[in-house]
């Protein structure tokens, strides 16, 4: 696991990894127990015995507590009452500090296992923005001559550029980091949910964007790369026109599980048992020669119990190629806190800043059915 250089340096050399390693963790396992499947995470002690999320909550606390004070330079919370160490300023700088380390630490790779098929996640330093080079793709044109003719029509092309520039984002959120300290709400459960929250708003930005672009594509004549209605027929052809168009590139046919449901052979004389991949996951993973990819599916939290990706949509696109969506993640995320005395219920205004950018830039094509 790469581990980002800033992080590095914020954790004082390799040396003071081990509480973000244990984070990467502690991530992927609160994410098992949230549904996902394509995760790794510790199962089992260095002793062999069993370790429960329960347990690693528990240590992951006692570590962020250990990280805050060391950033703090507080050497121990025994010498005053907890709630003085609330209102100390250090310690409010580093506990919100150390979060946006914790969170800087996981999103990338986060993003790129769940929207990684087709955007290609980039991290800038803060107050930079991002150029990408489109290059043509077209080959050069092959023209008739006689011998005596020295040159052919002179041919060349020019590269266009996208420039991606990020946009800031924050939640703010209240907090009793006294609670915290004290051990009585959990740090640790309060980063993951500001990692869920930045990497859900990042999703549907980035498939909103790809999405539109896939729907805006011609769907009339030879050059169609947008279809009504799916059939094998139709599959196969786009499938190929797409491997062939993006320099032989293999295609992929990618789409909701409930979608991927629809990609089935024109005989209706086919048969599955239970042991089968239909059965098994619920979609056919090779389909006429084409890898079949199920696109995990998102709630959209600005609405209730809804979800964010189309299900009446397949798409079929060459990863391999060049990723059609730039998304560009802009330094480090930023965090502000209040004062313990600020509010009259003493709770605290803590805000995280964030700011990314996503844009269209791609030389590989792509098409799309719409099932329905």
Do not use: C
């Not at 990467?24 to 127990?33: E, G, P, R, S, V």
Request: aromatic fraction near 10%.
């Amino acid at each position: 696991m790469r581990v980002p250089d800033n992080i590095k340096t914020f954790a004082l050399g390799d040396e003071g990894l081990k509480p973000y390693i244990m984070f990467q963790d502690y991530w992927n396992h609160y994410k098992a127990l949230n549904g996902a499947t394509n995760v790794e995470f510790m199962k089992v002690k260095e002793d062999g015995t069993p370790i429960s999320f329960a347990e690693k909550e528990e240590q992951m606390n006692l570590a962020l507590k250990s990280e805050i004070m060391k950033h703090a330079s507080v050497s121990t919370l025994d010498a005053f009452p907890i709630e003085q160490w609330a209102n100390h300023p250090s310690i409010r700088w580093a506990t919100f500090a150390v979060v946006s380390a914790m969170i800087d630490m996981v999103l990338p790779q986060s993003l790129i296992e769940s929207i990684g098929l087709y955007t290609d996640v980039r991290a800038i330093g803060f107050g930079d923005s991002a150029s990408f080079d489109v290059k043509p793709r077209d080959l050069f044109v092959i023209s008739k001559a006689g011998r005596a003719q020295r040159t052919a029509e002179m041919r060349k092309q020019f590269s266009g550029q996208v420039t991606v520039l990020p946009e800031n984002r924050q939640i703010s959120v209240q907090v009793a980091l006294y609670k915290v300290l004290a051990g009585k709400e959990s740090l640790a459960e309060f980063v993951a949910k500001a990692i869920m929250s930045i990497e859900s708003e990042v999703t549907r930005d980035v498939f909103s964007v790809f999405n539109t672009a896939m729907e805006a594509l011609d769907n009339a004549g030879d050059d169609a790369l947008r279809y009504a209605g799916y059939t094998q027929a139709t599959l196969v052809a786009l499938a190929q026109k797409v491997s062939a168009w993006n320099g032989g590139q293999r295609a992929i046919v990618a789409g909701t599980q409930l979608a991927l449901q629809n990609i089935l052979p024109a005989d209706s004389n086919y048969r599955y048992d239970f042991q089968s991949d239909f059965v098994k996951v619920g979609y056919i993973r090779t389909a006429f020669g084409y890898d079949v990819m199920a696109l995990p599916q998102v709630a959209d939290w600005r609405t209730e119990f809804k979800l964010m990706l189309d299900d009446n949509n397949v798409y079929v696109l060459s990863p391999s190629a060049n990723k059609l969506v730039k998304l560009v993640l802009e330094g480090a995320t930023l965090s502000n806190v209040s004062g313990m005395y600020d509010r009259a219920n003493l709770t605290q205004d803590a805000t995280l800043y964030k700011a990314w950018g996503t844009a269209i830039a791609t030389n590989a094509l792509a098409g799309i059915i719409t099932l329905a």
